[in-house]
């Protein structure tokens, strides 16, 4: 009865229909959709919200102003699960989903099966492009369970979109380009080398072998590092010399001017955590737009690019030193020039634009010590040895954890079965012998969510991130302002400082403006699907931020 009303409904509705001559030709007339010529997306990595106006006043106006005046961005938007590190931030971003569904859990994980780690995009099936060095680039996004929207934007125009990832990082150039990508390149810091795989390609393209021919990381090398105003006008951040910044290879102090000088066996590593990293992404950025004839052809086409540059940065000297600052005051610089490149290559209004983050960053500990905020640092080896020994005072000897990584222990299962001990019992002896524990907030057990001691907010974080078959067993949810590990600053929690990242679009279809209504990473790609009005990609979870689309 109900098919048989509903086929009643639709009968009338075609016979009005079809006498209203005038109606009926303008809503059938052939009209074309309209999309841009081409897509160029900018994943900062390690980018906070508050970078946006904390140089404000030293940016110039054709990068980082230029995009806020003329762009819509996003005031209160946040990653929407709580392990936030770089692999997991690019796959979420270009997927719209999340860890619990792409399955990017972390930079690595422990897999349960071959019993070994896994490093996000590596592929043994595929071979090095570009360089002798053959372990940086057996890889490709076979460990992405999920489609891009660069892949969507490849399907829905039956393949004739180009789609290209760049970034020094692997994982920055790869996760973004997705699974169809017409190429991805990556830098090879042994060689100094922009490098691919045999996933994408047999050989490298003309124009990156003629720009790796350059060598123009030796050359900006030579060039050392120096502030780019005078260092007394770098109020925002603290005075250059600090007790817990990194040296870099061969300086005796953490201060400028730095005399750039590679480590033997990696000696362009170096270039990553200065801003020349910047300036070569940006140019062989700028090279691919041109050589690959981006956004000249009928599709339109992908360029994804990412910078690693002020994650080094800002893991070795914090994001309160002046190396810092100085990243950024050049990067909107960078930013500039592609900008301007882009309006010359395919004109201004004839691209879509955005910007965004895979995670951000807390506050060096110190500092925040140093100024009586909350904060501290873990002692993970104690915590290990504390969790051990009280496993075995409860259960006897046995080798009950294969390994821990991301604050997640990965548990032995065979032990338990042997010795008929569940998970729960596991995490209840590692809550109880962690309780006094400075730094530790709670001990989950990863399997039974639904039951978990957390609150509501922190509750959906961790659901989120979860995987069942790639995440760990038990979740160390550590306190806030706390970290593990010596090096200046880090992320990869459920904090506001590493969840809160500037989102912004600019361009093609955008409505200048801004909003403070909270929204999420997956929302990324579903707006841009609805931009591009193509299917938004298959694991998507996010919603469309209408308010920005004209
Ligand atoms: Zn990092």
């Not at 996004?141 to 892949?151: A, C, E, Q, W």
């Not at 992908?302 to 070795?316: E, K, M, N, R, W």
């Not at 010590?369 to 504390?386: E, F, V």
Request: contains cysteine; charged residues 20%.
């Amino acid at each position: 009865m109900i098919r048989f009303a509903f086929l009643f409904c639709l009968i009338p509705a075609c016979l009005i229909a079809q006498p209203v001559s005038p109606m009926s030709k303008a809503s059938t007339s052939p009209q074309l959709i309209t999309r841009p010529k081409l897509v160029v997306g900018v994943v900062v990595d390690q980018m906070r919200y508050d970078y946006w106006y904390r140089y404000y006043n030293k940016y110039t106006d054709g990068g980082f102003k230029r995009l806020l005046r003329e762009g819509f961005t996003c005031r209160d938007h946040h990653y929407h699960y709580a392990l936030t590190v770089t692999a997991a931030g690019h796959a979420s971003v270009y997927t719209g989903s999340q860890p619990a569904m792409h399955g990017i859990v972390g930079n690595e994980w422990y897999d349960q099966r071959s019993g070994r780690r896994v490093y996000c995009v590596e592929d043994s099936t595929v071979k090095a492009v570009g360089t002798t060095n053959a372990g940086a680039g057996s890889m490709s996004p076979k460990n992405l369970m999920v489609s891009t929207i660069t892949d969507q934007l490849r399907i829905a125009t039956n393949y004739q979109s180009k789609t290209i990832g760049i970034a020094l990082k692997d994982r920055g150039a790869i996760l973004p380009a997705g699974h169809t990508a017409n190429g991805a390149y990556w830098f090879d810091s042994k060689t100094g080398n922009w490098i691919t795989s045999s996933f994408y390609r047999t050989e490298l393209p003309q124009w990156v072998s003629a720009y790796n021919s350059k060598k123009r990381p030796a050359e900006l090398m030579k060039s050392g590092w120096q502030t780019l105003l005078p260092i007394e006008q770098y109020t925002e951040s603290t005075a250059d010399d600090q007790r817990y910044e990194y040296k870099l290879p061969g300086a005796q102090k953490s201060v400028f001017p730095y005399d750039l000088a590679g480590q033997s066996g990696d000696v362009f590593g170096i270039i990553a955590s200065t801003p020349h990293g910047n300036t070569i992404t940006k140019e062989i950025a700028l090279e691919a737009l041109t050589h690959e004839n981006l956004g000249k052809g009928e599709a339109t086409d992908f360029l994804a690019i990412s910078f690693s540059t002020p994650d080094y940065v800002g893991h070795a000297f914090g994001p309160n030193s002046v190396e810092e600052e100085d990243i950024y005051l050049r990067l909107d610089r960078d930013l500039a020039d592609l900008l301007t490149a882009l309006d010359g290559w395919v004109g201004k209004g004839n691209y879509l634009f955005f910007l965004t983050a895979d995670h951000g960053v807390m506050d060096v500990v110190d500092l925040w010590k140093d100024h009586h905020l909350p904060a501290g640092r873990l002692n993970i080896g104690a915590i290990n040895t504390a969790i051990k020994a009280a496993l075995t005072t409860a259960f006897g000897d046995g080798d009950y954890i294969r390994t821990s990584d991301n604050y997640q222990f990965y548990l032995n299962h065979d032990v338990l079965r042997a010795k008929k001990i569940t998970v729960q019992d596991v995490c209840q002896v590692m809550r109880d012998v962690t309780r006094n524990t400075d730094g530790v907030a709670n001990v989950v057990n990863l399997h039974e969510l639904g039951t978990a001691s957390l609150n509501d907010y922190q509750l959906t974080l961790y659901k989120n991130g979860t995987h069942a078959k790639r995440s760990g067993d038990i979740q160390l949810v550590i306190e806030p302002g706390w970290m593990a590990g010596s090096i200046a600053a880090s992320h990869g929690g459920p904090y506001a400082y590493d969840t809160h990242i500037p989102l912004l679009f600019y361009g093609w279809g955008v409505k200048p403006g801004e909003t403070f209504a909270r929204t999420s990473v997956a929302d990324t790609a579903p707006t841009l699907a609805a931009l591009l009005k193509i299917l938004e990609p298959n694991g998507s979870v996010g919603k469309v931020i209408g308010t920005l689309i004209k």
